[in-house]
């Protein structure tokens, strides 16, 4: 490659050309490719290059906690989470028709894996994600200095084409915090799609929130035309020894945390503290959804 075609390429911010460029000109030479042959192939290179970065970009803006994929998830373990359907929704159909997920079950049986899988996998398909656990929300909205920048920071979460909102129902909302969260989930009603992971049955939303209206009116909408996968079954940190080896099976062992011992039959666990203070009693196991209470009047099954 000449200095002056090296140049133009700059230039013209064709990196992913340049770099193949070489190689690309002996492949014409060898095997006798006429002027479009090779031109596609340059161009193809190029392309890859870019649609690497853009993947890149919107995974980073995506906030994940951590980036997971489906290859590494064990199906074997759990036998309740039906591998079909979650492949069915990884190939992006539910995005582009506005519908919305819901993954709920027990802690610790794959609903975050999932979710920030599903949602890896959107993006490389083309679509722009939002992760945010329901912590995080809370945050967003109710700190002070979000208050004089309501519009904008609704507009974060209305933007992308996939919004994931993780871990409801680990402890109880402030208050206020259903009105955020019902606004959020109306504005994107049908317009865009909406996934939320909870181990809580749905009955329990109302005093989760802290007002039982403003979580019938979120169950409604969300639920009108959502996808559910209802998970049973054994933790995945507890039965490998406080580790979410069985999560990840393509990680190296060398990577797992030491062992931990979990609590002991019949034992309640300890409450934990929190970041900012707080003090937060561990959930209770849930085991599959069936239907709402009778406040909210929708039947979520399992399709």
């Known amino acids: 490659m000449t200095e002056s075609l090296q140049t133009a390429l700059t ?4 990196s992913g050309l340049a770099a193949s460029l070489d190689v690309r000109l002996q ?16 161009l ?29 998830f064990d199906f074997t ?14 190939a992006g159909r539910f995005i582009r028709e506005a519908r919305d997920v819901l993954l709920i079950g027990p802690p610790g049986t794959g609903k975050s894996h999932l979710a920030q899988a599903l949602a890896y996998q959107a993006i490389k398909n083309g679509s722009t994600v939002l992760y945010r656990s329901i912590f995080d929300v809370v945050r967003d909205f109710l700190h002070d200095e979000a208050l004089s920048q309501q519009d904008k920071l609704m507009d974060r979460y209305l933007r992308p084409d996939l919004l994931i909102i993780d871990d409801m129902g680990m402890k109880q909302l402030p208050k206020r915090s259903g009105e955020y969260l019902f606004e959020i989930i109306m504005r994107r009603y049908q317009v865009r799609s909406t996934m939320m992971t909870s181990n809580r049955p749905l009955e329990d939303w109302g005093k989760l929130i802290g007002d039982v209206p403003a979580a019938t009116a979120i169950l409604d909408r969300f639920l009108h035309n959502a996808e559910v996968i209802a998970i049973t079954g054994r933790s995945y940190r507890l039965n490998r020894g406080g580790t ?6 393509a ?10 011992a979990g609590p002991a039959p019949g034992q309640r666990r300890g409450r ?7 003090v937060v009693s561990p959930p209770e196991d849930t085991g599959p959804v069936t239907a709402l209470s009778s406040d909210v009047g929708v039947q979520a099954t399992e399709r």
């Open 44 to 72: 193809q290179d190029e392309l890859l290059v870019r649609n690497e970065r853009l993947i890149g970009r919107r995974t980073k803006a995506a906030g994940f906690r951590e980036l997971r994929t489906l290859d590494q």
């Open 77 to 90: 373990f759990n036998s309740s989470i039906k591998r079909k359907q979650v492949f069915d929704l990884a």
């Open 251 to 260: 990680a190296p062992q060398d990577d797992q945390p030491k062992p931990q």
């Open 244 to 249: 979410e080896a069985g999560l990840a099976t």
């Open 11 to 14: 230039r013209l911010r064709l």
């Open 27 to 42: 492949e014409a030479a060898g095997h006798h490719l006429d002027h479009a042959e090779f031109l596609e192939l340059v």
């Open 272 to 278: 934990r503290s929190t970041a900012d203070g707080g």
